[in-house]
C-alpha cells in the first residue's frame, strides 16, 4: 500500500479565500449601512457615509457575483454594477469631506459647493457610459486571473479624474482634522481620515484588472485582493464608529456599546457562517463528493453556537472595554431597569397577598388599596366585590383612619371590615399612609396563628409599595434631570467639533407641551390651524394684548411672538454673524417665510445645523414666552 498524497493547489486556496473575503467586506457594509440608516440617518454626514457604504457594497457584491457566475452576460452584467459603483466612489468621498469639513466650522462659500456639483455630473455621465461600454469596455475573453471588462483610453483617463477626486476629498479631511479643538475629537477626525484612506486605496486594485504582470502572477493579485479586503473590513467599521458620533448626542460608552452589539450579532455571525459553509462546500467537491447534507447541519449549528456565545459573553466584553473605573455605577443603573417594580408588576404581586388572605382566615372578601398623595392609585381584590363598596377614597377618612391607628391594636375595626394600615416612616414624629388592606370579617373567630399570617402577608405588601414609593421618586428625580443632562448632552455634542456652538444662545429644555405649541404657532405664523387652535391663545399675555388689536387673538398672538423673537435680536446694526445666528433663522425662516435651503445659504450653514440650531432658537421663544405668561400672571 502507498500513502496517498494530496496536492495542494495554492491558487484555488487563494482564490476561495479572497471570495470569503469579499463576501465578508459586502456583509459587513450593507450592515453598517443598515446601522447608519438605523440610529442618525438624518444626519448629512451619516446620509453621505451612507452613500459611500453604498458604493463600495456595489463594488464588493458584484465582484463576488461574477466570481460565482458562469454565463458571460450575467458576468458583464456585474461588473458593470461593479463599476457603477467604482465610478461614482470619487463623487460620493468629495461629498462626504465637504460635509466633515463644514461641520467643524468652515462652510462652502459657493466653490467647494459647485466643485461637488460638477464632479457628481461628471460621475454621473460616465456611469450611464459604462453601460454603452465607453467608459469601460465589454467583457474581456480569458480570465486575468478573474474576469474583468476590457479598458480603453475612456478608462485610463477616469483613473486620472479618481486619483485628482480622491485628493481633493483628502485636502479637505486634513483640513478639517486640523480644525478640530480638542484631543478627542482630533483623534476621531484622524481615525475617519485613516479609516477613509484605505478603502480609496484598495479601490484602485480594481482599475487595474487584466494587467498583464498581475494576469502572469496569479498568486500576487489573489493576495493583494486578500490583503485589501481584509483592510477594508476594519477600516469601514473605523468609518463608521467615527460617524456615530456626529448627529447624535449619546454619550461615547452608548456608541460604543450599540455599534459592538451590532457588529457581533450581524455581519460577524453573517461571515463567519458564510464562511463555514463556503469551506465545508468547497472540501467536498474537491473530494469529488459536494457534502449538501452536512452544509445546512453547518449553517444551523454555527449560527446558534455563535448567538449562544455573543449572548453570554458580549455583556462581559461590554464591561472590560467601555465601562471602565465606573462600572460599580453602570451596574447600579443596569440592576435599576431589571429590577424595577412596575404598576403590573405590583398589581400582580398584590393580587396573590389578597388571595392568600381570603384563604388564610376565610374571608368572603379583601382588597388592598395603594394611595399617592392621598389618591386613589391602585386597587386589587379578591373574593366577594361587595368589599370594595368598603374601600376609604377621600383624604379625611385616610385622616381618620391615621389617627385611630395604634401601636397596640394589629386590625383596625372599620364598619363591617378589618382595615391594617401600610404605613412609611416620614420622619421620627409623622407616617403616612401608603394604602390599606381589607378584609371581611370571617364566620368564626380568627386565632394567634391567622392573625400571625395575616400580619406577616400585610408586611409584605407594606414593603412592596415602600419599594415602589421609592422607585418613584428615583424615576422623579431622573425625570427631572434629564432635560439638564440632553441640554449638557447637546452642548458636548455640538462643540465637539466646532467652538463657535459653545458661544451661541441656548436655553436648557423647556416644557415639551409649550415648545410644541410655539413650534406650531411659528409654522403657521401668517395663518393656518396651528395658529388659529393653538392653546397659547389662551394665555394671559394674549388677553392683555386684545384690545391693541380690536379682540383678534390670532393677531395678539402672532404679536406677542414677534414680540418674543424681537428680545432675542442682539444689539446693533443686522449682521450675518454666529451672535445673529438665532434671530436671523427666526427671521428669515418664519416671519420673511424664506426656504430652507435660501436661509442655509445666506447664513453659511448646513441644512442639518440649521434645523439643530432652529431647535435652539424656538427653545428660546418658548422660554420668552414662559416668562411673559409669568409676568402677566403676577399682574391680573
Not at 478603502?199 to 493579485?221: C, D, Q, R
Request: charge should be neutral.
Amino acid at each position: 500500500m502507498y500513502p496517498t498524497t494530496v496536492t495542494v493547489n495554492i491558487t484555488a486556496v487563494l482564490e476561495t479565500l479572497n471570495q470569503i473575503l469579499t463576501a465578508g467586506v459586502t456583509i459587513t457594509t450593507v450592515a453598517l449601512f443598515m446601522y447608519a440608516l438605523g440610529f442618525n440617518w438624518r444626519d448629512r454626514i451619516a446620509q453621505t457615509f451612507g452613500l459611500i457604504l453604498l458604493s463600495v457594497a456595489l463594488i464588493y457584491s458584484s465582484e463576488t457575483i461574477a466570481a460565482i457566475s458562469e454565463q458571460d452576460h450575467i458576468i458583464q452584467f456585474w461588473l458593470r454594477i461593479k463599476w457603477t459603483g467604482l465610478v461614482m466612489l470619487p463623487a460620493v468621498y468629495l461629498h462626504f469631506s465637504d460635509v466633515v469639513l463644514t461641520l467643524t466650522g468652515r462652510p462652502s462659500r459657493g466653490r467647494r459647493r459647485k466643485v461637488v456639483y460638477a464632479v457628481y455630473i461628471i460621475s454621473i455621465i460616465m456611469t450611464i457610459l459604462v453601460w454603452f461600454s465607453i467608459t469601460v469596455g465589454g467583457l474581456a475573453t480569458k480570465k486575468a486571473p478573474m474576469f474583468y471588462l476590457e479598458r480603453n483610453q475612456v478608462t485610463y483617463w477616469f483613473g486620472w479624474f479618481y486619483l485628482l477626486v480622491m485628493f481633493l476629498a483628502s485636502t479637505n479631511l486634513i483640513r478639517a482634522t486640523r480644525r478640530s479643538i480638542t484631543s478627542t475629537s482630533r483623534r476621531r477626525l484622524i481615525y475617519l481620515l485613516t479609516g477613509a484612506a484605505i478603502p480609496v486605496l484598495t479601490s484602485i486594485l480594481f482599475l487595474f484588472h487584466g494587467n498583464t504582470f498581475l494576469a502572469a502572477h496569479p498568486n500576487l493579485f489573489w493576495m493583494m485582493s486578500i490583503f485589501f479586503a481584509a483592510l477594508t473590513i476594519p477600516t469601514l467599521v473605523m468609518m463608521a464608529y467615527v460617524v456615530s458620533f456626529f448627529g447624535l448626542t449619546w454619550t461615547d460608552r452608548a456608541i460604543k456599546s450599540r455599534l459592538l452589539r451590532w457588529l457581533l450579532r450581524g455581519p460577524f455571525v453573517v461571515a463567519l457562517v458564510l464562511g463555514l459553509t463556503t469551506l465545508v462546500r468547497r472540501y467536498g467537491l474537491s473530494q469529488g463528493d459536494p457534502y449538501n447534507q452536512y452544509i445546512p447541519v453547518v449553517m444551523v449549528s454555527s449560527t446558534l453556537v455563535l448567538q449562544y456565545l455573543i449572548t453570554v459573553l458580549s455583556p462581559k466584553l461590554e464591561q472590560k472595554l467601555f465601562w471602565g473605573d465606573e462600572k460599580g455605577d453602570f451596574e447600579i443603573i443596569q440592576g435599576l431597569q431589571d429590577r424595577m417594580l412596575t404598576k403590573k408588576d405590583l398589581n400582580q404581586f398584590l393580587e396573590t397577598i389578597v388571595a392568600s388572605i381570603c384563604d388564610r382566615v376565610q374571608s368572603p372578601g379583601c382588597f388592598v388599596v395603594a394611595y399617592d398623595a392621598g389618591e386613589v392609585e391602585l386597587i386589587v381584590s379578591a373574593g366577594n366585590k361587595r368589599v370594595l363598596s368598603h374601600v376609604p377614597m377621600e383624604a379625611s377618612k385616610l385622616e381618620e383612619i391615621k389617627q385611630a391607628i395604634t401601636p397596640e391594636r394589629a386590625f383596625l375595626e372599620w364598619g363591617d371590615i378589618y382595615l391594617v394600615p401600610l404605613l412609611d416612616d416620614v420622619d421620627n414624629d409623622d407616617q403616612q399612609i401608603l394604602g390599606l388592606c381589607g378584609f371581611m370579617r370571617p364566620k368564626g373567630t380568627m386565632d394567634e396563628e391567622a392573625e400571625y399570617d395575616v400580619r406577616l402577608m400585610t408586611e409584605r405588601a407594606n414593603l412592596a409599595l415602600h419599594d415602589r414609593h421609592l422607585q418613584k421618586h428615583v424615576i422623579d428625580s431622573i425625570a427631572t434631570l434629564q432635560s439638564e443632562v440632553d441640554y449638557i448632552q447637546n452642548l458636548r455634542a455640538s462643540t465637539s467639533y466646532d467652538r463657535r456652538g459653545l458661544l451661541e444662545s441656548g436655553v436648557r429644555e423647556v416644557n415639551p407641551e409649550i415648545f410644541a405649541w410655539v413650534r406650531d404657532a411659528m409654522t403657521h405664523y401668517w395663518g393656518g390651524p396651528k395658529l388659529t387652535n393653538n392653546p397659547l391663545l389662551q394665555f394671559k399675555f394674549v388677553d392683555a394684548n386684545l384690545d391693541e388689536f380690536e379682540g383678534n387673538r390670532n393677531n395678539a398672538l402672532r404679536a406677542a411672538l414677534k414680540t418674543a423673537i424681537e428680545r432675542l435680536r442682539p444689539e446693533g446694526e443686522r449682521k450675518y454673524t454666529s451672535d445673529w445666528i438665532l434671530y436671523n433663522i427666526l427671521d428669515l425662516k418664519f416671519i420673511q417665510g424664506e426656504k430652507v435651503r435660501e436661509v442655509a445659504r445666506r447664513l453659511s450653514i448646513s441644512e442639518a445645523d440649521l434645523y439643530r440650531k432652529q431647535r435652539v432658537a424656538l427653545e428660546n421663544v418658548a422660554q420668552i414666552i414662559i416668562e411673559m405668561e409669568t409676568e402677566h400672571a403676577a399682574l391680573s
